[in-house]
């Protein structure tokens, strides 16, 4: 820490609300991602956002690559979002009872999504992920779930074992407070394993409820599928009568319009949406073939719930999302974007005599202080420098760009990100690693 302490300026306001903050809501956050303990220091209080802008409590600007953990693929605070959520609030808050914009947003996802043909609301990731494995289990009457090293699917607790994102930068993947029994029904792989999946089938193949991977790894830094992971993994659940969740929380509607199912061509049997359905109003999904959802109450025997599920404003904010998600060039727009910023950023640290690597899927990125060319497991991500991460964080954040405060997260750009804002984040990173090079 010491030697981070002249990449890191703390406004005193800014201390001051951490510890006001602190000694109500545990560690000051209501999510501990947001914490500062896998970079140190304490976390910048934003008072508002807009386009590709924060402005943290002190009026401070920061060029955002965080973008509220992937919703906000417009940018912040969107004018036809705003309007389409003020004009949904005006008819109410809830009613507890049905809407024709759930109806809208249901025949929008199976559209874009076609291995969908059925989908259920919630209000969060977590609560699709979850019931997702309780709908496998449910639908296959077996109770062995296999998970991969590094992701992350929510805080659930058969999924909370060997988990990204939050987990890693704790340092400690496997939460306390799962039950050793609970535990004992997840299989945990390692990433990208392909031999692994096969032999895990030859061995556990009749007891294996389901398979839930992410279909890009965004909760351990960014880790892409090789060629023939997430083919595996459908031929060896076809082969055994298994389920293949595809865990699309981060992915869906960012990686392509169809999300990672449409860029790799697989089709999953279940998948977990989140982030950007909700445009960043609290929601989930779930859904899939419409055999295993009919498992779901009201249908069938697997329960499932929520008071505020579909709620009015979040069906209304991801409808109008969709609008300009759904425009010709969206994807490839957005991709071309991200490219500019990552040969960039690659460019400054070559110059700089940084090891330093990066890859992109979509909209989604991610950076790596390392020498090693291939990023394909936990493994290579594990021998990336979290060290000079720390330094380059904190370098970027004092001059008002924001990254995800751990070398574990991946990054997210927006439509809303223009050419200055690239070229001041690579202008800001030519400064960052001359002084890291100091
Ligand atoms: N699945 C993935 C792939 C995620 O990235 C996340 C959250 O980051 C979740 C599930 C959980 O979603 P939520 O935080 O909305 O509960």
Redesign the pocket.
């Known amino acids: 820490l010491y030697r981070l302490s002249r990449f890191m300026s703390l406004s005193p306001k800014q201390e001051q609300l951490f510890k006001q903050a602190s000694k109500h809501i545990p560690g000051g956050v209501n ?1 501990p991602v947001r914490a500062f303990n896998g970079v140190g220091g304490t976390p910048v209080f934003i008072e508002k956002a807009k386009g590709a802008y924060l402005y943290d409590v002190d009026g401070k600007r920061y060029v955002d690559y965080v973008g509220s ?2 919703p906000m693929i417009l940018g912040h605070a969107h004018p036809d979002i705003i309007q389409a959520v003020q004009e949904a609030a005006v008819d109410g808050l809830s009613f507890g009872a049905p809407t024709v914009h759930e109806t809208t947003l249901a025949d929008l996802i199976c559209e874009i999504m076609p291995s969908i043909e059925l989908v259920r609301m919630t209000n ?6 979850m019931t997702a494995i309780r709908l496998a289990r449910g639908y296959t009457g077996r109770d062995m779930i296999v998970k991969f090293e590094g ?5 659930s607790d058969s999924l909370l074992v060997k988990a990204g ?1 939050g987990m890693l930068t704790m340092g400690e993947p496997t939460s306390k407070g799962v039950p050793a029994d609970f535990a004992k029904h997840t299989v945990t792989l390692p990433y990208n394993d392909i031999e692994a999946v096969k032999a895990c089938f030859a061995k556990y193949g009749q007891e294996i409820a389901g398979v839930i991977v ?1 279909p890009v790894a ?2 351990m830094n960014l880790v892409k599928p090789i060629k023939g992971f997430l083919e595996t993994i459908r031929e060896q659940c076809d082969q055994y009568k298994s389920v293949f969740i595809i ?5 869906g509607f960012r990686v392509a319009l169809g999300g990672a199912q449409a860029y790799y061509n697989v089709k999953p049997d279940l998948t ?1 949406l ?2 950007i359905i909700g445009a960043g109003l ?1 929601v ?1 999904a779930f859904g899939g073939k419409r055999e295993i959802m009919e498992c779901i109450a009201p249908l069938g025997g697997v329960y499932q719930a929520g008071t505020l599920s579909g709620n009015p404003l979040a069906m209304r904010a991801g409808i109008k999302m969709f609008e300009t998600l759904r425009q010709p060039n969206f994807y490839t727009d957005l991709s071309a974007k991200l490219d500019q910023l990552l040969q960039g950023l690659q460019a400054a640290a070559d110059e700089a005599g940084i090891p330093f690597f990066t890859q992109q899927a979509g909209g989604l990125f991610g950076l790596y202080f390392t020498d090693q060319t291939e990023i394909s497991s936990f493994d290579h991500i594990l021998k990336c420098d979290i060290e000079a991460f720390r330094k380059f964080f904190h370098g970027m954040l004092n001059r008002g760009v924001n990254l995800a405060p751990s070398a574990f997260e991946a990054g997210f750009i927006s439509a809303a990100h223009s050419d200055e804002d690239i070229q001041f984040t690579i202008d800001m990173a030519k400064q960052v690693f001359a002084e890291m090079q100091a």
Do not use: L, Q
Not at 247 to 251: A, I
């Open positions: 999510s953990w992937g969060s990731g977590t609560e699709a992920t992701c992350y699917h929510g805080h994102s992410e965004g909760n865990d699309e929380v981060m992915t977990t989140g982030k609290p989930g």
